[in-house]
């Protein structure tokens, strides 16, 4: 749920403030022509603070992000009042950090081409105002100062949601919006149509997101006949590994060491009667002589229906499948 109504609206969204506020600036990361510029306020004396404030309400651990381009400034702070913490971003180098005074944020930055950044923050508790600031150079907040009344910084498409890390954008009009949760499944003939019953291999390459804590053995890709009794998959946790299971009974499990979070890795298994095989990055294939193989239905990517907390968080590069028991070579070839 993106909670911030007029997600690129941000002279409804962010009200206040002394910062200025110009529609359609530039061309934004959808292609057209509806970026926003926050820039400068050039008082006739004193000073000014050169941000925007909105009073938004997300309970527990929540996540903002926005995505920002450098114009004549390259520096952008989100700031959550609540936890009182905050982050900077580097547009013009994609470093970030957290501001000298309000640590304890953590922030994460994604290019998404044209000198676009999707900038991250997540804080640790429940936050009330969101603060969208112009910064100058160093990690010190600045707000207060003589602006030109030009310089500035593109923005687009804000989003304040409860978890860990930032989901797709989910455009807002006037109110808070749900989307449905992102899963992938084939079932019936799509599945049954190339899925080899006997002897079969898949070949995943993955990141992920959330730290080891954060998640409960997720699953990379989860073939099943709906239930947890019979099935096989590859998933992470407290390790990577490839499982299968008949009758409630485990047939095979071929396990790796732990990926850290935000790695990536790349995972090639094998299944056939007695015959069960997986290399994790490209080190030397383990294997599984005993155990059968489970009659399945429905391939499931990303997740597991049947027991909840098993989501990926995380991206899936490529997922390949072969309809035959590729030779070890191979699948260490796969996973390198």
């Known amino acids: 749920t993106n909670v911030i109504g007029n997600s690129n609206n941000f002279s409804t969204s962010f009200p206040s403030g002394s910062a200025q506020l110009a529609s359609n600036a530039a061309i934004s990361p959808d292609g057209t022509n509806n970026a926003w510029k926050i820039y400068e306020s050039a008082p006739a004396g004193g000073s000014l603070d050169q941000r ?3 009073t938004i309400s997300i309970s527990g651990q929540n996540t903002i992000s926005i995505f920002a381009k450098a114009a004549e400034r390259k520096r952008i702070l989100l700031f959550a009042n609540g936890p009182n ?5 580097d547009l013009s180098t994609g470093v970030s950090g957290n501001v000298d005074v309000y640590t304890g944020a953590k922030q994460s930055m994604q290019p998404v081409g044209n000198g676009w ?7 640790s508790s429940s936050t009330t105002t969101v603060q969208i600031q112009i910064m100058t ?3 010190t907040t600045n707000p207060n100062r003589i602006g030109d009344g030009v310089s500035g910084i593109y923005i687009a498409f804000i989003q304040g949601e409860t978890g860990a890390f930032s989901t797709s954008y989910i455009p807002t009009t006037s109110s808070s919006v749900t989307r449905s949760a992102d899963v992938c499944q084939i079932t019936g003939t799509d599945f049954s149509g190339f899925w080899n019953q006997g002897e079969g291999s898949v070949a995943a390459e993955y990141d992920f997101l959330a730290a080891p804590a954060d998640r409960v053995s997720p699953r990379v890709w989860y073939a099943s006949d709906g239930a947890y009794t019979n099935g096989m998959w590859v998933q992470s946790g407290s390790s990577d590994g490839f499982y299968v299971y008949q009758g409630g009974a485990s047939q095979a499990g071929l396990t790796a060491t732990a990926l850290p979070s935000g790695s990536t890795a ?14 994790f990055n490209g080190a030397a294939v383990l294997t599984d002589t005993s155990g059968n193989v489970p009659t399945v239905n429905r391939l499931e990517i990303g997740y597991m229906s049947d027991i909840s907390g098993r989501v990926l968080n995380g991206h899936i590069a490529r997922l390949r499948y072969y309809p035959t028991r590729l030779t070890n070579a ?4 796969l996973s390198t």
């Open 52 to 54: 925007k404030f909105a």
């Open 85 to 89: 913490q905050g982050s900077w971003f």
């Open 117 to 123: 950044y999707r900038c991250s923050m997540t804080v």
């Open 137 to 139: 150079d160093g990690s």
């Open 266 to 279: 790349k995972f090639s298994s094998a299944y056939r009667l007695n015959d069960f095989a997986a290399s």
């Open 330 to 333: 191979k699948l260490q070839e």
